[in-house]
């Protein structure tokens, strides 16, 4: 039912742009922050990104603050990751992430995630 789709991945050169983005469906999307992360080849994963519910509160990682915005839009149910100033230690699959409670409790739902390259 819980559903979280990225896109928006793909290569792009030191010092370029891209914006990801998570379309969600199957819980009410406006109730719960989103999140962000990533994970590179032979790394455990991060926490790039979080957002409120109603977008009052963003929190980044330090190796990506003042380089990435989180932003959300409750009427379409997606969540974005406007990354800038992309280097080539940004190369990871990012992945969508939101944790809800269920009949048997709390749990994390995760995106298939999107590639994101940034290399010369």
């Known amino acids: 039912q819980v559903q979280l789709v990225e896109s928006g991945g793909g290569l792009v050169q030191p010092g370029g742009s891209l914006k990801l983005s998570c379309a969600a469906s199957?819980?009410?999307?406006?109730?719960?922050?989103m999140r962000w992360w990533r994970q590179g080849s032979g790394k455990e994963r991060e926490l790039v990104a979080t957002?409120?519910?109603?977008?009052?509160?963003?929190s980044y990682a330090d190796s990506v603050q003042g380089r990435f915005t989180i932003s959300r839009d409750n009427a379409q149910n997606t969540v974005d990751l406007q990354m800038n100033s992309l280097k080539p230690e940004d190369t990871a699959v990012y992945y969508c992430?939101?944790?809800?409670?269920?009949?048997?409790?709390?749990?994390?739902?995760w995106g298939q995630g999107t590639h994101v390259t940034v290399s010369s």
């Open positions: 992430n939101v944790y809800l409670p269920t009949d048997f409790g709390p749990k994390d739902y």
């Open positions: 199957g819980f009410t999307f406006r109730n719960y922050p």
């Open positions: 957002i409120a519910s109603q977008a009052g509160y963003t």
